[in-house]
């Protein structure tokens, strides 16, 4: 194998070298991460929403209105239709004919567009419903041969395009705002803490049986708020190109001193 400290890229940048911090360097490196890149609390909301609206969906949707061979198709169509959205959401943020900020941008745009779009046609079946008429023992639970049934699946698999557009996105952006993979891990550790503290608060509103229209408003709203919060983000904090002065943590040596840039070239 060859040596990082050898290795450069094709653009001439050098390749992060990999460090081996004490755990006391690694809990001071959570705490720089957060000085030095403070945009990273503007993704915050996005990361709570990122796995919040699956409680509405599989319980205020597929679980309410499907009996149980067709909330077996549901998953099954959702989870295959995840593949070519996160395709999809990956060939956007990778068009060769622009920068990596318009990437970004339109990425959002895409973004913002599909969750007011599936929103809002959700919220036309949920006026319908209401846990009350659910659990009505002559209330019809749909399944796959009665007529309507194709305009609910259609929604429920764009429902899985926003699903796994998010995801993409949210790891894109925090690749955009640094190269430096220990950077990034504690970027991802934020990311899947958030989304798990917003995934077991909603399944709690659940739980104690909070209306499905109160579910559906707060994801609604959650995920555009998440959008909103992001945008100043990739603003103001996502260039073209990263440079030195920013990767911090990648100056950050194995001590916990930040190592100048002249230093980091030099070595």
């Keep these: 194998m060859t040596d990082p400290n050898k290795m450069y890229r094709s653009d001439g940048s050098k390749v992060t070298s990999p460090r081996?911090?004490?755990?006391?360097?690694?809990?001071?490196s959570l705490y720089l991460a957060l000085r030095t890149d403070p945009a990273i609390l503007l993704l915050f909301p996005l990361f709570l929403a990122s796995n919040w609206f699956y409680t509405w969906q599989f319980n205020g949707f597929n679980f309410a209105l499907f009996n149980i061979r067709t909330r077996a198709?549901?998953?099954?169509?959702?989870?295959?239709?995840?593949?070519?959205?996160?395709?999809?959401?990956g060939q956007i943020l990778d068009l060769w004919f622009l920068t990596r900020r318009q990437r970004a941008f339109v990425g959002w745009s895409v973004l913002l567009v599909l969750v007011?779009?599936?929103?809002?046609?959700a919220y036309h079946y949920q006026k319908g419903y209401t846990r009350a008429s659910v659990a009505d023992p002559n209330f019809h639970k749909m399944d796959w041969t009665d007529k309507g049934f194709a305009a609910y699946i259609w929604l429920y698999i764009f429902f899985a395009f926003l699903d796994s557009m998010w995801q993409t996105a949210a790891y894109w952006m925090m690749g955009a705002m640094s190269n430096d993979?220990?950077?990034l891990a504690i970027f991802s550790g934020f990311y899947k803490g958030i989304q798990s503290a917003g995934a077991a608060g909603v399944w709690r509103a659940d739980a104690v049986e909070t209306p499905f229209m109160n579910i559906f408003a707060?994801?609604?709203a959650?995920?555009?708020?998440?959008l909103l919060f992001a945008l100043p983000m990739l603003y103001t904090r996502v260039k073209n190109h990263t440079e030195l002065e920013d990767e911090v943590i990648a100056r950050l040596d194995d001590s916990g001193h930040v190592r100048d840039?002249?230093?980091?070239?030099r070595s």
């Design 20 to 28: 081996n911090p004490s755990w006391k360097t690694e809990i001071y």
């Design 73 to 89: 198709l549901n998953s099954f169509i959702y989870w295959t239709s995840q593949i070519f959205g996160s395709l999809a959401m």
């Design 116 to 121: 007011m779009v599936v929103h809002g046609w």
């Design 181 to 183: 993979p220990a950077k």
């Design 218 to 220: 707060s994801t609604w």
């Design 222 to 226: 959650l995920c555009v708020a998440g």
């Design 261 to 265: 840039v002249s230093d980091v070239e």
